[in-house]
């Protein structure tokens, strides 16, 4: 079975541009987490998805902002670009029914760089 | 508030050498706690949890970590290691459907 992947890979975008990342979680997860881990810092949590409802914020600006779709995979937008939000950007699913006693599979990430 | 702290920011261990990853964390209530690896280009792969029970944990890659409830701690532990460890480990802590994690130790290993 394929793991949780994401797409791009690698994105380059200047300040005040929009951009939006994908992600699509292992067959049969109906959650999906997103996290964003700036260099030499732990992941942090953005948004947590389940059932296509927002389940959970983080402390993030209302620049951010994601949707889940009927098949589960999910996309994270982020609006006027600033140069602090380069970052790897990690999707997470999990089955979704036990939010903390479901493992947790990640991504490679989506690496972002704002010039 | 709930946090996260790893001491050490980095730690060097020659191969064959016993390995401690120390976690202090805080939250609220009883936590769940995590040990995710993340080697470079990689996600983060989960080496183990605890949310009740034995507070010696087992978990993959020969790895263990034991919670002890009176220091806040969950350190993370390897009576061997090899150079294929090396890698960035992270600590996190969990309740609801929210993940906090540590800022990480990198562990590099000498042959």
């Known amino acids: 079975d394929a793991g949780v992947t994401q797409s791009p890979t690698h994105l380059i975008k200047t300040r005040g541009q929009h951009v939006t990342l994908r992600c699509s979680p292992i067959?049969?997860?109906?959650?999906v987490s997103w996290y964003q881990q700036v260099l030499g810092q732990g992941p942090q949590f953005i948004f947590q998805y389940y059932e296509k409802e927002e389940r959970g914020r983080g402390n993030f600006p209302d620049r951010f902002s994601a949707r889940q779709f009927p098949n589960y995979s999910s996309e994270l937008n982020v609006n006027a670009l600033l140069l602090g939000d380069s970052a790897l950007y990690l999707c997470a699913s999990r089955p979704g029914t036990r939010p903390m006693v479901d493992t947790q599979y990640f991504g490679p990430g989506t690496r972002l760089t704002v010039l | 508030a709930q946090s996260v702290t790893q001491p050490d920011i980095h730690i060097t261990v020659s191969e064959g050498a016993s390995l401690e990853l120390r976690c202090n964390y805080s939250?609220?209530?009883?936590?769940?706690l995590f040990w995710y690896v993340q080697s470079p280009g990689q996600g983060l792969q989960l080496l183990l949890k605890?949310?009740?029970?034995?507070?010696l944990v087992q978990g993959i890659k020969g790895f263990e970590a034991e919670f002890k409830r009176s220091q806040s701690s969950f350190n993370l532990r390897k009576p061997s290691v090899h150079w294929s460890d090396a890698a960035e480990y992270f600590c996190?802590?969990?309740?609801?459907?929210?993940?906090?994690f540590g800022a990480g130790t990198r562990l590099f290993v000498k042959a």
């Open positions: 996190a802590v969990g309740g609801g459907f929210k993940t906090i």
């Open positions: 067959s049969g997860h109906k959650s």
């Open positions: 939250y609220g209530a009883t936590p769940y």
């Open positions: 605890y949310f009740s029970g034995d507070t």
